[in-house]
């Protein structure tokens, strides 16, 4: 984008390159255009009809005058240059994309401009601006040609339609009407039906018509001087037509002069030479300012308006693929290069092709990002367009206004404000900010409305809204380009009278066509200061653009402000930097989003994952060792201006907007320069030509003698001496730095790995289309496919891996839910590129889900007699009685696609797909089912060309492995994101026969919680160990709630542990427990509150075997949830350095917890009273010496012990002993027995161990704990109940008790419902 790398190397500063003529060779006549016939092959082959009836070329269906044919360089000058060698091929299909048109006296002969752009393979680029005019036919046998033409098309059309008469050829003339006023290059419609018959459709006849046939002048330039290429090539071009005469020089002078007399203006500099009439100047911006860029953003903001253009905008950011779609070259190149100029300091890395070619439209296939502009054909409707892949696209339909974009995209940060700031700019310069107001909208007004003309307004109301502001503001004597070109327009316009003499007997009004022409009569030709009008409109475009640019400029200054305290330098040199590039970490972006503000999030975590930033942050890396890049170069030039101004230390976090500061400065700088050049150029001089060649005659363009014009001035000036000095500089300076460098080849191979996948994509080779090389350009496209899967699933993993590492304790958290869901948001992108890449014939908008359809519907035939639900609900008796856990579920792609169509929460295509890749994500399942999925290979032939990525066996292969990584970690990407739906649970009680009844009389009772609430109390009916039920998302779950009301006879219940499962993602939850639930038995309890841990899927089926083992052979892990109480006497006694360990454990990971992102932070129930969780801790401190089990007496609990101490406080206040205590001790001492007696007292029978529970919860929740302990320890029952080595007695332990316990207090903690159910504190 910046003209300097364009300029780079040994390109000396010579203004243009290249002089080109384009147009007819009369040696070798009329022949149809071969890649547009390719093309219309391609298509005909793609709708299934035979391709070699479209492959003739010949096509009789179009009129011989709309047909295309093909064009020649006829001439260009230099032959060579050796920097940027010529392209004759790409240089003639993007000067004439439709090939040769032709006219007759009859139709519109208006020249057109447009221009292009050629990307070579290092990125860098040319442009070239093409000013194409109509030219007498004078070749007998051309026109000879077009009447044989002619006849046989008139011929074939009677044949084939015998009955159309006059009747057909008006009354198409409407519909072409409104394409010939846009587009100057269709014939007009035929002004009366009767002459239209005899002409045979707008025919041509030799003996009464005149043909004329389109030829383009194009210069090629390494800088995108637009306006004075324009303006220079629209002079030449009069200097051949003015009735005045000739040219004061041959046009041999002026096209040398500017080929080697006129320099590249120096930056920060202006630059005037001489045109054939009058100066052009041009100006280059300075070291500090934006680089050039002349096209005239003011244009795309009123094609498309601010609102669609900042949408646009970001789609590019975030590197989706656009299609830019529109009848006029020059606003593809308009809106395509200021889209991708706004981007600074960013530069687009993909596929790049503002104006593609008809034969090249199979590139619409890549799948790749890429920014392409494609020519719509007049009156071709959207919706017949044809495009491979929609799920990531953002199609731009620029001559109606609107654009379509892809599904749920982040939105700009501050994108009100920022329109706003846009639409400032745009109104103080009297254009609108909601677009629509290009010169279409005002010559259509007599036509119908449009009907796809936009995204608000109905198209009548719309294109009168903007005739009127049209005329207010004329009245400010302030009319756009734009407006004035329509009026020229209006004016002198055979087609346009009649329309508007139509249009006032059907009674439209055209009073504001008049005062629109009377607004611009009121202005005066000249402008400010003696400028013509047209440099007054160049200054007034430029100033538009630089304000604008500026506006987004500033966005990033601020957004990305301190990137810099972001990048991660870890090479000492550049050799090793490159070589190990793909295993680096070169941005910390963990830590650069947790400095953002909330709402830019969304959109950052996307964009930080761009190639665009990669290579900004790479570009930055190696501005140790070399030349800053210049685009970063002004970047980090503002941001320490920015630093210098305002400190920006307390507006870190803020998402306040700014404002950009320097509108006015920047817009002066350019008009100060275009007010006063600072170089003139040679004035154009005779040449040293032979005499009599190149005779001048009106009309025609001459051939230009080729000896003068291919070799540059010999005489040593002082600019070519300057240059040279400069070269030598420059190769002197090579020299040095290549032994510190690395040899190009390398350096090339790193750096443009991201680009390598579309290197011949940038710019294909236009010219060559044979079967191969589509072939090459589809393989490249597969190779880079894969590598991006590899890529995309590394990171996953190593994202993921690092997390689970930090849970385990080791290394900093580096990933955020946010950052996750880019990642997998980026997967399912990837997937439905490649789903795409290759299809024979498009059907709705997910290439995936499409595919799963098609192989659901083969399915379904296959399998109609095993239909039946594959989970069985019938053995309910069996199961319990074999108590082995959960049935298991069978793997079914089309089980998975059920689940996704039964969730009318999504209602698209590409929702559904991305849903199913979520799902199975989750459930490991996402490699095995896209086998499945491919495994059947009719189908896939069926749907894919021969070259998709999807028929590459060996890449298929691989592609599965990579996605066969991702099930080495846990990813809850669908339970996380879709929190509303209905999810089908089931659950099986497991208990423990040896020891107790596997049945109960009584009747019992579950409920289940997880982190998005709970199923409420569910009745289990008698005797059933299994149950399913169906309920809104719990998400992950955390704890179930299990008891029975003691009931009837044999009311004792040991359970081993109660398993639930999701059925949709098949995630199995086990809740253990190991205790008994009745009165009198163990702790006396009815109901307990099980913590759950998620099951590990490879051992299914060992923990539906384990849980018939009796609890004495546990695992000292699940010692805990055995009564302790009950184990003390026998096994398992942990040392005290253990439970003083255990302890200070349990508190890490509850400051841990609250350490993370709110959204990640897991449950804090399992942190409380999971295994190693706190209570279980603290129970173990407080067993420690416990004089538990007595001969002959029932077992004691820490419970008894904590009510005995809390009668005793009771009795010795009523007996007023601790009236002399210090007033906070007494505050305590209620505080414990209020909070002990309302557990007592709950309606809940949670037993001693779920009390004591339930008491350390509530006292961590208040920050009562630490406060509560010294009055354990200061009572005098602890004598009588503990043994004097107990941890409870010695005054130290207690003391690093209390204090590890204070840590606690700066957090919230807040505990379940199913926790404290029934306590009111």
Same mark, same amino acid.
């Given at each position: ?160 339609? &015998?009955?159309? $008469? *006059? #009747? !057909? @050829? +008006? =009354? ?7 394409? /010939?006023? %846009? ?5 007009? &419609?035929?002004? $009366? *039906? #009767? !002459? @239209? +018959? =005899? ?7 030799? /003996?009464? %018509? ?23 090539? /629209? ?1087």
């Amino acid at each position: 984008m910046s003209g300097s790398a364009s300029a780079s190397g040994a390109a000396p500063c010579r203004f243009a390159h290249y002089f080109v003529v384009c147009g007819i060779d009369t040696e070798t006549g009329l022949e149809p255009d071969e890649l547009a016939a390719l093309y219309q092959w391609l298509e005909a082959d793609l709708h299934g009809r035979d391709p070699d009836t479209a492959a003739t070329g010949e096509n009789f269906e179009q009129s011989p005058l709309k047909r295309t044919f093909k064009s020649k360089v006829l001439a260009h000058y230099p032959e060579n240059v050796e920097w940027n060698p010529f392209d004759q091929d790409a240089v003639n299909m993007l000067c004439m994309p439709k090939g040769l048109s032709f006219r007759t006296q009859a139709d519109q002969r208006e020249p057109r401009f447009h221009s292009f752009i050629i990307t070579k393979e290092d990125g860098s680029r040319t442009y070239g601006f093409v000013h194409t005019f109509y030219e007498e036919v004078t070749s007998p046998q051309i026109c000879s040609a077009m009447q044989t033409l002619y006849q046989m098309h008139n011929a074939e059309h009677v044949s084939a339609n &015998p009955s159309s $008469s *006059s #009747s !057909s @050829s +008006s =009354s198409s003339s409407m519909d072409s009407l409104a394409s /010939s006023l %846009d587009e100057a290059d269709s014939p007009s &419609p035929p002004t $009366s *039906s #009767s !002459s @239209s +018959s =005899s002409r045979g459709g707008g025919g041509y006849d030799a /003996s009464r %018509d005149t043909l004329y046939v389109s030829k383009a002048l194009c210069l090629i330039t390494p800088m995108p001087f637009m306006h004075a290429c324009r303006s220079f090539l /629209s002079q030449l071009h009069r200097a051949v037509t003015d009735a005045s005469g000739p040219p004061p020089l041959p046009l041999e002078s002026y096209v040398h002069n500017i080929l080697y007399e006129v320099p590249l203006p120096p930056p920060g500099r202006s630059l005037k030479f001489h045109g054939v009439y009058e100066p052009v100047a041009c100006q280059r911006p300075g070291p500090g300012e934006l680089p050039l860029a002349e096209f005239p953003l003011g244009d795309a903001f009123s094609l498309l308006g601010a609102e669609n253009l900042v949408q646009l905008f970001t789609c590019t950011l975030l590197e989706m693929q656009i299609l830019l779609y529109s009848q006029d070259y020059h606003r593809l190149m308009t809106v395509a290069e200021g889209i991708t100029t706004l981007l600074f300091p960013f530069q687009w890395q993909h596929v790049y092709v503002p104006i593609l070619p008809a034969s090249l439209l199979h590139f619409l296939d890549a799948p790749v990002p890429y920014l392409m502009g494609l020519q719509s054909k007049e009156g071709t409707d959207r919706s017949k367009l044809e495009l491979p892949q929609e799920a990531n696209l953002c199609f731009v339909d620029i001559d109606n206004h609107c654009i379509e974009l892809p599904e749920d995209f982040p939105q700009f940060p501050n994108k009100g404000e920022f329109i706003q700031e846009i639409s400032d700019v745009l109104l103080r310069f009297g254009l609108s900010p909601n677009g629509g107001v290009p010169p279409r909208t005002l010559t259509l007004t007599g036509a119908p409305a449009n009907p796809g003309s936009g995204p608000s307004t109905p198209g009548r109301q719309r294109k009168a809204a903007a005739l009127r502001e049209l005329e207010d503001d004329g009245r400010n004597g302030n009319l756009a380009g734009e407006e004035l070109a329509v009026l020229e327009l209006l004016q002198g316009n055979a087609t346009l009278e009649r329309l508007q003499a139509l249009a006032k007997r059907t009674g439209v009004t055209v009073a504001r066509v008049d005062a629109l022409r009377a607004g611009v009569k009121g202005q005066a030709p000249e402008g400010h200061g003696g400028r013509t009008a047209s440099e007054e409109e160049e200054l007034r475009n430029a100033k538009l653009n630089v304000q604008l640019r500026e506006v987004f400029a500033s966005r990033f200054t601020t957004m990305f402000a301190d990137y810099e305290a972001f990048v991660i330098q870890s090479a000492p040199d550049l050799e090793s930097w490159l070589t190990n590039r793909e295993q680096m970490h070169n941005f910390d972006k963990a830590s650069f989003l947790s400095d953002q503000p909330e709402p830019y999030l969304p959109f950052l975590s996307h964009f930080i994952e761009t190639q665009m930033f990669a290579t900004f942050i790479d570009n930055k890396i190696m501005s140790q060792w070399e030349e800053k890049e210049p685009l970063l170069r002004v970047f980090d030039g503002r941001i320490d201006k920015a630093r210098l101004y305002n400190v920006r230390a307390p507006s870190l976090r803020s998402s306040n907007y700014q404002r950009c500061t320097i509108l006015r400065e920047s817009a002066q700088a350019i008009e100060q320069r275009l007010m006063k050049i600072d170089h003139t150029a040679i004035h154009p001089h005779l040449l040293d030509m032979k005499i009599g060649q190149g005779k001048y005659e009106q009309g025609f363009f001459p051939k230009l003698q080729a000896d003068v014009l291919n070799a540059g001035p010999t005489n040593n000036n002082r600019w070519s001496h300057r240059t040279a000095t400069a070269q030598r500089r420059k190769d002197r300076h090579r020299q040095q730095t290549e032994h510190l460098t690395l040899d190009n080849d390398l350096k090339e191979r790193y750096m443009q790995e991201a680009r390598s996948l579309g290197k011949n994509l940038r710019q294909p080779k236009l010219s060559d289309l044979s079967p191969a090389v589509i072939a090459q350009t589809n393989w490249k496209f597969v190779e880079g496919l894969l590598k991006e899967c590899r890529m995309k699933t590394k990171r996953m993993l190593v994202e993921k891996m690092g997390r689970e590492a930090v849970e385990l304790g080791h290394g900093e958290a580096n990933i955020t839910g946010l950052e996750e869901n880019t990642l997998i948001a980026s997967l399912c992108d990837l997937l439905e590129r490649i789903w795409s890449h290759g299809l024979q014939v498009k059907q709705g908008k997910s290439a995936l889900w499409s595919h799963l359809l098609h192989y659901q519907a083969r399915e379904e035939k296959l399998e109609q007699q095993q239909a039946e639900s594959p989970v069985s609900a019938g053995p309910e008796r069996r199961k319990s009685e074999s108590a082995i856990g959960m049935p298991s579920i069978r793997v079914s792609v089309i089980q998975d696609m059920r689940h996704i169509q039964s969730m009318s929460e999504i209602k698209t295509e590409v929702g559904r797909a991305r849903a199913w890749i979520r799902l199975s994500l989750e459930k490991k399942l996402l490699s095995q089912h896209l086998k499945q999925l491919l495994s059947r290979q009719a189908l896939t032939k069926k749907l894919y060309k021969r070259y998709a990525f999807l028929r590459c066996e060996e890449e298929k292969e691989q592609f599965l492995f990579h996605l066969l990584s991702l099930n080495a970690v846990d990813y809850f990407c669908f339970t996380s994101v879709f929190t509303t739906i209905m999810i089908p649970y089931r659950a099986v009680i497991i208990p423990i026969k040896k020891l107790s009844n596997a049945m109960t009389t009584s009747n019992p009772w579950v409920c289940v919680s997880g982190e998005l609430g709970d199923s409420g109390v569910m009745q289990i009916p008698k005797n059933v160990l299994e149950m399913t039920f169906d309920c809104q998302n719990l998400g992950k779950l955390t704890t179930v709630q299990l008891g029975h009301d003691n009931s009837g006879l044999l009311a004792k219940w040991l359970v081993d542990c109660v398993m639930v499962r999701n059925e949709i993602t098949g995630h199995t939850y086990k809740f253990p427990c190991g205790r008994w639930l009745g009165k009198g038995v163990d702790d006396g309890s009815l109901e307990r509150v099980l913590i759950g841990e998620l099951v590990v899927p490879s051992a299914e089926e060992d923990s539906g075997r384990g849980c018939r083992t009796p609890p004495l052979q546990r695992s000292p892990s699940q010692t805990r949830r055995i009564s302790i109480t009950s184990l003390t006497g026998r096994g398992y006694k942990p040392t005290s350095a253990q439970i003083q360990e255990a302890i200070g454990e349990a508190v890490n990971n509850i400051i841990k917890h609250f350490h993370k992102p709110e959204k990640e932070r897991g449950s804090l129930t399992i942190l409380l009273c999971g295994e190693s969780g706190l209570v279980g801790a603290l129970e173990q401190f407080f067993h420690n010496g416990f004089k538990s089990a007595r001969l002959f007496q029932k077992t004691v609990f820490v419970w008894d012990f904590v009510e005995k101490a809390v009668a005793y406080m009771e009795s010795a206040d009523q007996m007023g002993d601790l009236q002399e205590t210090a007033e906070p001790l007494g505050m305590t001492c209620q505080s414990l027995c209020r909070y002990v007696n309302a557990i007592n007292s709950t309606p809940r029978n949670i037993g001693k161990d779920g009390k004591f529970q339930l008491l350390v919860c509530l006292g961590a929740r208040d920050r009562l704990l630490p406060q509560w302990l010294p009055l354990l320890v200061e009572c005098p029952v602890i004598l009588r109940m503990y043994e004097d080595s107990a941890l409870l007695r010695d005054r130290s332990t207690v003391n690093a008790l209390i204090s590890v316990l204070e840590t606690l207090h700066d957090f919230p903690i807040t505990l379940e419902t199913s926790l404290v159910k029934g306590i009111d504190l």
